[in-house]
């Protein structure tokens, strides 16, 4: 089965065309290489994928042409205990210290556009 579609069927890609744009940007290695998405892959095989900020290395234990629900996908893969450990690290992180700014929602008030003028009119 070719790794691209493997990826879009175990739901870790919303299309093919994305699993294909992250393998081709190296974000998805096969047993440590970086590879094409036409790839044959077998169960057995371990991938180390990078999605946005994630990190996932996982251990593939069956195939699947058709894209399943969620809790049928993940019986295609096993996710490695250090990969679980890291991301729970990592999730852990991001709560204890937020990106700046992540706490803005929506359209700055009429108040906040002046400022903001003021600031880059005053350069």
Do not use: C
């Amino acid at each position: 089965m070719r790794i691209d579609k493997w990826l879009w069927a175990a739901r870790f890609f919303k299309t093919r065309s994305l699993a294909s744009q992250a393998i081709e940007g190296g974000h998805v290695k096969l047993n440590g290489h970086a590879i094409k998405p036409a790839r044959e892959l077998r169960p057995g095989d371990t991938l180390e994928i990078a999605v946005g900020d994630v990190q996932w290395t996982v251990r593939v234990r069956g195939l699947n042409e058709q894209r399943r629900p969620a809790p049928e996908a993940q019986q295609l893969y096993e996710e490695t205990r250090e990969s679980i450990e890291r991301r729970a690290a990592e999730k852990e992180a991001r709560q204890l210290a937020p990106v700046p700014g992540s706490d803005l929602r929506g359209r700055p008030t009429k108040k906040a556009r002046r400022l903001i003028r003021g600031f880059s009119e005053g350069f």
